[in-house]
């Protein structure tokens, strides 16, 4: 199993910025290639939309209401990803999830990809 553990939300005025870690874990992680790490967010009443996402070949995707203001970058040795945020909006409120998608490692068999969640991390952004 691969578990994700999310940190660095919290509270902070309009145009401020905040620093996203996830770090991915568990006990047979080492059996797991981690292919695209990336951030979702769930505003209240809200479907779930994609933040930012990286690819295993450091191919970055932005939802388009990032407008530059945010990096995704991954440290691959450490199983991690990070969103920098900044020029923070109200309208950025949200849970903020990690993702990743990874895949089983094997030489005989060729598993599917799977999906794996953070708990969520609490952005605020007040006005």
């Known amino acids: 199993q691969v578990q994700l553990v999310e940190s660095g939300g919290g509270v902070v005025q309009a145009g401020g910025s905040l620093r996203l870690s996830c770090a991915a874990s568990?006990?047979?992680?080492?059996?797991?290639?981690?292919?695209?790490m990336g951030w979702y967010r769930q505003a209240p009443g809200k479907q779930r939309e994609l933040v930012a996402d990286?690819?295993?070949?450091?191919?970055?995707n932005y939802g388009l209401f990032v407008k530059g203001r945010f990096a995704i970058s991954r440290d691959k040795t450490e199983n991690a990803v990070f969103l920098q945020m900044d020029s923070l909006e109200p309208e950025d409120t949200a849970v903020y999830y990690c993702?990743?998608?990874?895949?089983?490692?094997?030489?005989?068999?060729?598993?599917?990809?799977?999906?794996?969640w953070g708990q969520g991390t609490h952005v605020i952004v007040s006005s």
């Open positions: 990286i690819s295993s070949s450091d191919h970055a």
């Open positions: 993702n990743a998608v990874a895949r089983r490692r094997s030489s005989y068999y060729a598993f599917p990809d799977e999906d794996y």
């Open positions: 568990g006990s047979g992680i080492s059996g797991f290639s981690i292919l695209a």
